[in-house]
């Protein structure tokens, strides 16, 4: 592996770790329905305010995010709405591996 494909690897699996925490991927998902404020994301989810807040400078950190900042509100975009695309597919391995158990069992 060269350097740039090392790189590119690498800013890959950045976004991929900021997507693996359950939270982190809850509040992307949210965000494909629209731009919410960091206050609905606290109304809708078991954390305080400091938390959703860090959950989402670390989505805006690996470029999952952006913010707006109108008056005493923070609002969060999407960067690039396709980024959960690739959800059907996840939900597909998980499904095929449920499978795989319950065939293992009959």
Not at 47 to 74: C, M, N, P, W, Y
Not at 75 to 83: D, G, S
Request: glycine share 4%; net charge neutral; charged share 25%.
């Amino acid at each position: 592996m060269n350097a740039k494909e090392k790189a590119l690897v690498e800013a890959k699996a950045n976004v991929l770790k900021a997507l693996g925490h359950p939270t982190r991927l809850w509040m992307a998902e949210q965000l494909a329905d629209g731009e919410k404020c960091v206050c609905e994301l606290v109304e809708n989810i078991d954390a305080d305010f400091s938390t959703v807040s860090k959950h989402l400078s670390i989505l805006k950190q690996a470029g999952v995010v952006i913010d707006e900042k109108r008056g005493k509100q923070v609002y969060y975009r999407l960067k690039v709405p396709c980024i959960l695309q690739f959800m059907p597919c996840i939900e597909a391995v998980i499904q095929a591996t449920a499978q795989t158990h319950i065939d293992l069992m009959k």
